[in-house]
């Protein structure tokens, strides 16, 4: 028996880190990739929620998982994120200051 376990971290409204469990589902096909990804749109479903709502994933490193959030975690996807954040600090910023991140990119 394979469970896929899925959590949501994120920041609410005061910038505290808050974590949500979504829940556990049983994998009961072939662990591909295209399999995960279907479990886990399902999960994301029952909670009104796409996989374009999520920014990043952190998996075990497993060449399936990779192949089921590839177009989650690239590059691209970070780079466009940390440019659409960069500019809407911009436009809300009214004097000089400067906002703490955390960190968005996991580097091996």
Same mark, same amino acid.
């Given at each position: 028996? %394979? !469970?896929?376990? =899925?959590?949501?971290?994120?920041? #609410? *409204?005061?910038?505290?880190?808050?974590?949500? /469990?979504?829940?556990? &589902?049983?994998?009961?096909?072939?662990?591909?990739?295209?399999?995960?990804?279907?479990?886990?749109?399902?999960?994301?479903?029952?909670?009104?929620? %796409? !996989?374009?709502? =999520?920014?990043?994933?952190?998996? #075990? *490193?497993?060449?399936?998982?990779?192949?089921? /959030?590839?177009?989650? &975690?690239?590059?691209?996807?970070?780079?466009?994120?940390?440019?659409?954040?960069?500019?809407?600090?911009?436009?809300?910023?009214?004097?000089?200051?400067?906002?703490?991140?955390?960190?968005?990119?996991?580097?091996?």
């Amino acid at each position: 028996m %394979s !469970i896929l376990g =899925v959590t949501h971290h994120f920041r #609410d *409204g005061n910038g505290i880190l808050r974590r949500l /469990f979504l829940g556990l &589902c049983e994998l009961n096909a072939s662990h591909t990739g295209t399999a995960i990804r279907r479990e886990l749109n399902k999960m994301l479903a029952e909670y009104g929620l %796409s !996989i374009k709502d =999520v920014f990043k994933v952190i998996t #075990d *490193g497993a060449s399936n998982m990779a192949n089921a /959030f590839r177009d989650v &975690c690239s590059l691209e996807v970070m780079i466009q994120y940390l440019e659409d954040q960069n500019e809407e600090e911009t436009r809300e910023r009214e004097y000089s200051e400067y906002r703490c991140r955390n960190s968005v990119l996991s580097i091996k």
